[in-house]
């Protein structure tokens, strides 16, 4: 069939997104001027594109995107130097690291072999998961506290008789209608951490754990940072929960529930100490 | 200056931030309208530059910046944020070129008039919504984003033929659902009935 006597559907869309050459785009022209059919289609195509080309700009992006985005890639900037700074001490001092290479050798032959029978060959540590998954044990009563007690002192007491290796801060949160209900010695990803437990009204609930790690442990992935009195937060959302992280010392601190995430990373600010 | 692979990790950052940050708009837009939700979809988008910034060693200077992020963000999407994927509308060809032709040709249809923005506000963003996600993202990528078919088809990894057939029924079922909306509001009137 000759061109001219059929209507123009597939060239009509090309035409719109300017993808035909010059004598195409001239035969089509010519076929609109003398064809209603494919000059009513053409139009409101065109008017169609228009209309969808006017949803470029009409929302604005969060204020804090951006400032996250930059946090995280921060974040990933202290990671990977993290990781590249024994390399380069192996470069600058390969002599004297090799003199002593046997004895270190079997040092770490050990701490890796105490490493893999601790962990059990688990993965590496995605510890927002596991302080989730912790939040709701205790929340289906699948996790028990050793001790009930609404005295922060006692609560610590217990911590220390129970070996607990660092010294542990239960906070006061009655000024913010919080009450301490208890806690239990804890093991998190293969390592000991003091768990204690807070109510509010309406049954809301706050855990806060305390464990010996570095921050440069946390996943960049998903971290939202936030920075307080010199202190930096690390906050993640795990399946509707908020769990914000800091640093006091050796110790790292997590804080999670299921209330307003501002409101978890306000209580953090609020009782975080820079050691 | 001859491009060159980026290896110098103090460089790396400024580059990364000159070269992908100015196109966090567009891409908070369309992460919006494929997650629905504010939160899910500033997190998209971060994760879309962390992901970036890990493989900034594969990118390669002078090419399109933001195909690439767009790239990386909905194969992020697809393996993390999706939680069910609506198919393709079910309707036939022939079925979409009827309702189309029928609108324009019994309906009181003006071009010009219904391109005044007030009859057509938050309901493009509706009619939108309707769309498959294919179908969508489609027409976000080539008429918002003003991508070409090719940019777009490595985007979404499909043929070039496929974003061809996808904006061709696309428009036409966008077009329809607005229709449909100026008609209920009585903006343009049925000819016959």
């Known amino acids: 069939m000759p061109l001219e006597t059929r209507h123009f559907k597939e060239e009509i869309q090309e035409l719109l997104d300017n993808r035909l050459n010059h004598e195409a785009r001239l035969k089509v022209e010519q076929h609109l001027e003398s064809c209603e059919e494919c000059r009513r289609e053409w139009e409101a195509l065109r008017w169609t594109k228009d209309i969808a080309w006017r949803e470029r700009a009409p929302e604005s992006v969060p204020a804090k995107l951006e400032e996250n985005i930059l946090a995280a890639l921060a974040l990933e900037d202290d990671r990977s130097s993290a990781k590249t700074v024994p390399l380069r001490i192996w470069r600058r001092r390969r002599r004297a690291i090799l003199a002593y290479g046997f004895v ?35 929340k289906t009563e699948k996790l028990s506290l050793m001790l009930r007690t609404g005295e922060a002192e006692e ?9 607990v290796a660092f010294n542990t801060r239960v906070f006061d949160l009655n000024m913010m209608n919080y009450h301490l209900e208890g806690g239990r010695v804890h ?22 754990q305390m464990y010996p790690g570095q921050a440069l442990e946390l996943p960049a992935s998903g971290a939202i940072l936030r920075e307080n009195k010199g202190i930096r937060f690390y906050i993640y959302r795990v399946h509707g929960l908020t769990v914000a992280f800091w640093q006091e010392g050796a110790i790292t601190c997590a804080l999670t529930s299921d209330i307003d995430p501002e409101e978890v990373v306000q209580l953090a600010f609020a009782k975080a100490v820079k050691i | ?49 962390l992901r970036a910034y890990r493989t900034f060693h594969n990118f390669t200077r002078g090419t399109n910046c933001k195909a690439w992020l767009f790239t990386i963000m909905y194969s992020i999407f697809v393996n993390k944020y999706r939680k069910e994927r609506r198919e393709p509308e079910a309707v036939s060809i022939e079925e979409l070129e009827e309702t189309f032709h029928r609108f324009l040709t019994t309906a ?65 079922l966008l077009f329809i659902e607005l229709q449909q909306y100026a008609l209920k509001k009585g903006y343009v009137q049925k000819a016959k009935l």
């Open chain 2, 1 to 49: 200056m001859m491009d060159s692979p980026i290896t110098n990790a103090d460089t790396k950052r400024a580059l990364f931030e000159a070269t992908a940050l100015p196109f966090t708009k567009p891409l908070y837009n369309t992460a919006l309208r494929l997650t629905h939700r504010p939160e899910d979809a500033s997190d998209l988008v971060q994760e879309t530059y």
């Open chain 1, 104 to 138: 270190l050798l079997v040092g770490v032959a050990l701490a890796l072999s105490y490493f893999i029978f601790r962990t059990q060959l688990r993965k590496a540590p995605d510890l927002p998961s596991a302080v989730a998954r912790d939040y709701r044990n205790y």
């Open chain 2, 108 to 172: 009181e249809w003006d071009p010009y008039r219904a391109l005044n923005p007030r009859e057509v506000g938050t309901e493009v963003d509706q009619a939108l919504n309707l769309l498959s996600e294919e179908f969508r993202l489609t027409v976000l990528l080539v008429d918002v984003e003003e991508m070409s078919y090719e940019e777009a088809a490595a985007i979404m990894n499909c043929p070039v033929g496929t974003v061809r057939s996808r904006l061709f029924r696309a428009r036409k």
């Open chain 1, 155 to 163: 609560m610590e007491s217990f911590f220390s008789e129970r070996g």
């Open chain 1, 187 to 208: 093991e998190l990803i293969g390592r000991q951490s003091a768990l204690f437990v807070y109510r509010g009204e309406g049954n809301k609930i706050l855990i806060c």
